[in-house]
């Protein structure tokens, strides 16, 4: 399924112009969720998706996060539409067609939580799709990866909300988060080992059944 789906994807590759620099935009995204409204967690100005969603963020103050995107985006930064937790979203069940996201889930303590309520507000057969640092090819490469065994401990025995600002809660291979996946008997729809927008991460795709 995954190699048909990028087949398919490569035909529609484009880049998009955004205050006059070209970021590239994810083709297997395009194909997936065109047409479709959605939340993006925790977006960024300057590694645009470009599809019809609302911005969530858990803050509007400056961190360094913030820095880098006004930094690669002549100033300027993606408008937060709603301030709320990633893992605590103020929308009812089934409310939105997907969830997108990219370098954020390893960002969250217990990614199980937030994964489950990502699946709350999505409809039925909608999509969770994450975009997510891979060891290898980020500044995570000398960190030791976390197991399942770990995140099934903080998610049986949680503690407050906790994002990490500083650095990864998880750092993943592609194979790491299959399991994971399996785990939770999350559907999977697609997988790209390595992500076909900046290429430092690997995309999943969950589909809610």
Same mark, same amino acid.
């Given at each position: 399924m995954t190699r048909d789906i990028w087949r398919k994807s490569e035909a529609t590759k484009i880049n998009c112009k955004v205050f006059g620099f070209q970021a590239k935009e994810s083709?297997?995204?395009?194909?997936?969720?065109?047409?479709?409204?959605?939340?993006?967690?925790?977006?960024?100005? *300057?590694n645009p998706f470009c599809l019809? =969603? !609302? @911005?969530?963020?858990?803050?509007?103050?400056?961190?360094?996060?913030?820095?880098?995107?006004?930094?690669?985006?002549?100033?300027?930064y993606l408008t937060i539409d709603v301030n709320a937790s990633g893992d605590k979203l103020p929308f009812k069940n089934e409310t939105y067609d997907f969830v997108i996201s990219s370098h954020a889930i390893? *960002?969250?303590?217990?990614?199980?939580? =937030? !994964? @489950?309520?990502w699946f709350r507000v999505i409809k039925k057969n909608g999509y969770i799709f994450m975009i997510i640092p891979h060891k290898e090819r980020t500044f995570d490469k000398?960190?030791?990866?976390?197991?399942?065994n770990e995140l099934l401990e903080r998610h049986k025995n949680p503690k407050p909300m906790k994002v990490d600002l500083s650095g990864h809660f998880n750092v993943w291979i592609t194979e790491d988060f299959i399991k994971l996946c399996q785990s939770q008997n999350w559907k999977i729809a697609a997988i790209l080992d390595k992500d076909d927008k900046v290429g430092n991460g690997f995309t999943f795709v969950l589909q809610k059944s």
């Open positions: 083709p297997l995204a395009h194909l997936l969720l065109d047409n479709l409204k959605g939340i993006e967690i925790g977006g960024s100005l *300057h019809n =969603t !609302i @911005n969530i963020d858990f803050t509007n103050e400056s961190n360094g996060y913030k820095y880098e995107e006004r930094r690669l985006s002549g100033g300027k390893e *960002h969250f303590y217990d990614p199980i939580k =937030t !994964i @489950n309520e000398y960190k030791n990866r976390t197991t399942l």
